[in-house]
């Protein structure tokens, strides 16, 4: 082999060397969501099985790491200390279709003793105002956005 023929060997190696290590870094960090593996996943808060098919939610971090949560409560109390990242992606089961995960901002919620869920809270989130309202119209209660719910809900200070 020629030092030409090495040296061409040695560079194309080294590219395919740095061309792996990009692709492997870019597929570790995707942030997208997980299903909710009911029955089965554990809650990051409180660790509690996670069986609600309808009061589920779970944060994907900037590392595409997924927290799972068994109430929309128990993902606001962890938002106070969340230390695993920055939140990338904060996803809420909704009543109109269970087991399927929409953006916690763009849901709206209702808090109704005729409701409950799984901590307690009354606390489920719908796709939109107008089925929360008709839900509120139904059930009674109170009505709140992604902000408003927060503040609601100010976390506690215990983790339990």
Known sequence: MTNQNYFFLAQWKSKLVVLILAFISISACKVDQEAINYGHDQCHYCHMTIVDKIHGAEIVNDKGKVFKYDAVECMINDLQDFESGEPQLQLVNHYEKATELITAAEAHYLISEQLPSPM?????????????????????????????????????????
Not at 134 to 160: I, R
């Open 120 to 160: 307690g809270a009354f606390l489920t989130a719908f796709p939109n105002h107008e089925s929360a309202l008709k839900a509120k119209g139904e059930l009674g209660g109170q009505l709140y956005d992604w902000p408003q719910l927060k503040d609601h809900l100010k976390p506690s200070d215990a983790k339990p």
